[in-house]
């Protein structure tokens, strides 16, 4: 169930929180193929839920067939609209991993009752080119036809539905589609960076004796293997 290109109209979602953070996101936005019938939309608070939220009433109001949905720590590759709007589905996304080791992608394949998703997705069996079909994403490269959204019962993206001390209103929308009778997929083409900061740590390999760089990417320490001073 899909709209065929001639009738799409587009809004394009920045959601950040009071402050914007990585101006590699804007100019990725800036640098995307548009197609034609594409406006912008911006919302900026503490909660993405409400962001998104209001940004499905406006579309819906104002005549919008797709939504694409963005988070201002991503980073997309030129061709990423046109790519995801030929793919013709109600749902897809492109991929991006985890900021902590060990880096998996954001997709999930297994859910179970009590946290709604249980398993990210093994990478080694999906196909570089071809659709998957996965049972949850983020919404950080997200294209939702708007018809989704009237058949599902608002508010759309909700928090603390399955952790009551996280975010996962993307996860809950999915959960949500899902029992609407919505398929959701992954196009592997469309590879999104992921921003996040990372520390680098001088130290000295007394094996090799020779000064190194360690580095922590969030919550995870990488360093050559060797007894460091």
Request: a negative charge; glycine letters at 6%; proline letters at 5%.
């Amino acid at each position: 169930m899909g709209s065929g290109e001639k009738s799409i109209k587009l809004l394009v979602s920045t959601i950040t929180a009071e402050n914007p953070r990585y101006y590699e996101y804007y100019d990725s936005m800036d640098a995307l193929i548009y197609p034609p019938n594409t406006s912008k939309i911006k919302k900026h608070s503490a909660s993405p839920a409400n962001n998104r939220n209001q940004i499905i009433e406006y579309a819906l109001v104002k005549g919008f067939t797709h939504i694409f949905f963005t988070d201002d720590d991503h980073v997309y590759p030129q061709e990423t609209l046109t790519r995801l709007l030929s793919r013709d589905k109600m749902i897809v996304s492109g991929i991006y991993t985890m900021k902590c080791a060990p880096f998996p992608i954001v997709a999930f394949d297994q859910v179970s009752e009590d946290t709604l998703f249980s398993r990210f997705i093994d990478m080694t069996k999906v196909s570089p080119t071809e659709l998957t079909e996965v049972k949850a994403v983020g919404a950080g490269c997200l294209l939702v036809n708007t018809e989704v959204f009237l058949k599902i019962q608002p508010p759309w993206f909700t928090l603390g539905q399955i952790y009551k001390d996280r975010w996962g209103d993307d996860m809950w929308f999915c959960k949500l589609a899902r029992e609407a009778g919505y398929e959701i997929w992954i196009d592997p083409i469309v590879r999104v960076g992921h921003m996040t900061k990372v520390m680098l740590v001088p130290s000295y390999n007394l094996k090799n004796k020779k000064w190194e760089v360690g580095y922590n990417i969030n919550e995870g320490v990488i360093m050559d293997a060797g007894e460091h001073d």
